[in-house]
């Protein structure tokens, strides 16, 4: 399955022991601050991040169906 696959390298990345030590930093960064912030900043993030996830899935559906132009989709203000 690696051999002659051009993305190996590239997956091996996400088990790699830096990248296994930015998630568990990121995530106890997370964990501490989420819960200083005020219900109405935690809807705001949440907000970016669902947008945020909408634009990510919308770019690499653009890859996967060739399309030349994105499907226009509303940013947040």
Known sequence: MTEGNK??????????EDF??????GRTLLEENV?????????HLL????QG?????AFWQMGLSHASKPT??????
């Open 47 to 50: 907000e970016i991040f669902r």
């Open 72 to 77: 226009p989709l509303p940013i947040i203000q």
């Open 35 to 43: 819960i200083i912030q005020s219900p109405e900043r935690l809807d």
């Open 7 to 16: 993305y190996f390298r590239w997956i091996e990345n996400y088990v790699s």
């Open 53 to 57: 996830t909408i634009l990510e899935a």
């Open 20 to 25: 296994q030590e930015a998630v568990r930093v």
